[in-house]
């Protein structure tokens, strides 16, 4: 693996000279908050930030993303066009918990069988630096809890850690090596690689919460129905803001505009929170309270991404805690379940 070590000072001119090359998504500073968004000449890249409120989830997985184009003649359909190709892009900046999250978001997407070639191609074509978390954002990270942390390499292809004075730059994979070229040629040395050791064990030493998230596994496969699901739901307000800044939720619906004989195919991402979201045409809805969508929620996150794919589709960074308008804190969910 090839490592380099940068001073800090010259990270910003890095990325900015990448940006210049090819397309870089990167955290900037918007109104109240930090989001990724595509690096314009004269942005700032936010470096020493905690973490972006949005997951960089978008970037692969638009909120709305036009899937083809087709327009209706006398012989029938016709597509004028298909989904937009994507361009080599970075994106800089994603924390270690974002950069799991598109490990888990490959299994549903990326499968051998089932190919979502929009996310696919997007996602091949990224490459995915990220900063390791030196000291964890926030008190409601848990990413320890569920198989990451602050310092995890899963998902990215070249690992950014802050030792000190200067950066150790990790090349983790043959698609990160191809920004070689943009970080010098002084190679990193065996202090840098003790200090990021010692870095590690500390940062994750730091994470103060810590959820019992595998343990309620056996819970959740016997429970269907149970009086604790009746115990969570009543404050909620199906705003949809846990799902749309989680990294890993993936729920979306497809819908065609139509006007005249052109149409377009459109995919909108959804929720599990809003009542519509299961409404059948009859009018029947399967879930028709929000005890039903809590209880998917924690079943999806916690049971049946398990069951589908061996891991629990949560990375612990802790958005859905920070934003919930009510205090819905999944965290306390599971430590409950896990009483039970
Ligand atoms: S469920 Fe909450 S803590 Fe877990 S990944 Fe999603 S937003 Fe983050
Ligand atoms: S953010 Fe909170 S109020 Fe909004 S849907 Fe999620 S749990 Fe309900």
Redo the contacts with the bound molecule.
Sequence with gaps: MEKRSIKKETLTGIIKKIAGEMRVFAPVKEEDGVFFRVLGEGVEPQINYANTKN?PKNIFFPRTEKMMKYTRTDKGMEFVENGEEAKDAVLFGARP?DAR?FVLLDRLFDQEKYKDPYYVDKREKTVILTIACVHPPYS?C?CTS?GGSPTSEEGSDVMLTDVGDSYLVEFLTPKGEKLLKYFGDTQADADAEAKKKEIAEKAASEIASHVPAKEIKTFLDENFEHPFWDTIHQKCLACGT?TF?????HCFDISDEVKGPDGVRIRNWDSCMFPMFTMETSGHNPRPSQKERWRQ?TMH?FKYYVDMFNAI?????????MYCPVNID??KIVTDISKL
């Design positions: 997951a918990c999250s409601t848990f569920v846990c800044l989680c990294p890993t939720c929620r996150k589709s949560c990375v612990g960074c802790g958005r859905c805690v999944i965290r």
